[in-house]
């Protein structure tokens, strides 16, 4: 499974660089994969909580809305193209 993971890492830590300035590179790497694994940490016990109090079934309810919600963060806060912004304007018009 880990190794799936690490498919898009060096697309990942890309992205990560290029938002951070230059003389601080490492340590913004650093702190990513530190918040990460702060976060993370905690779904492992969450989840078996979930699972004992409350069953399987209302775990899989729950990875799926956080699922989407995810999805739909991501979706919209994408950066659109101009000729995607250009088609809503117009759309909108009447």
Do not use: D, Q
């Not at 492992?44 to 995810?70: I, K, T």
């Not at 995607?84 to 759309?91: M, S």
């Amino acid at each position: 499974m880990y190794g799936l993971r690490e498919i898009g890492e060096p697309a990942r830590k890309a992205l990560i660089t290029s938002w951070v300035p230059e003389a601080a590179r490492a340590r913004g790497i650093g702190l990513y994969w530190g918040v990460r694994s702060a976060a993370t940490c905690w779904a492992s016990l969450v989840g078996a909580l979930v699972w004992h109090r409350l069953g399987p079934e209302a775990l899989c309810y729950l990875a799926f809305g956080f699922g989407c919600a995810g999805a739909a963060v991501f979706y919209l806060s994408r950066p659109r193209p101009r000729s995607e912004l250009a088609a809503v304007a117009t759309r909108r018009a009447p």
